[in-house]
């Protein structure tokens, strides 16, 4: 399968993105999928996970009560919904499906990756 990550751009600190991974194959539903995100100068972290078919969510704890993951199987699509963004919050997002998994925080396990989107937060 391919990924697409989009809907990154530039938002002032308390602002609001939604980002989206549009993946191809119709073995989409199938797969768990998360969002990663790497800052500059830091290691890739874990931001959330929906399961397969949508069953069960995960999130990291910078993601916790501001960012909503969500996934529509009839669009092979995920989406992130991030609300009050903070400057901390910028980086790179990645979008990462796992054909194996029922849902996962753990990177080693998703097999497949979008080429990122870029969100930056301003101050």
């Known amino acids: 399968v391919q990924l697409q990550a989009s809907g990154g751009g530039l938002v002032q600190t308390g602002g609001s993105l939604r980002l989206s991974c549009a993946a191809s194959?119709?073995?989409?539903?199938?797969?768990?999928m998360a969002w990663f995100r790497q800052a500059p100068g830091k290691e890739r972290e874990f931001v959330a996970a929906?399961?397969?078919?949508?069953?069960?969510?995960d999130y990291g704890d910078s993601a916790k009560g501001r960012f909503t993951i969500s996934r529509d199987s009839a669009k092979f699509t995920m989406y992130l919904q991030m609300n009050s963004l903070k400057p901390e919050d910028t980086a790179i997002y990645y979008c990462?499906?796992?054909?194996?998994?029922?849902?996962?925080?753990?990177?080693?396990?998703?097999?497949?990756w979008g080429q990122g989107t870029l969100v930056t937060v301003s101050s």
């Open positions: 990462a499906g796992c054909p194996d998994c029922s849902l996962t925080n753990r990177e080693y396990e998703y097999a497949y």
């Open positions: 929906v399961g397969r078919r949508g069953v069960g969510t």
């Open positions: 194959g119709r073995t989409f539903r199938t797969y768990a």
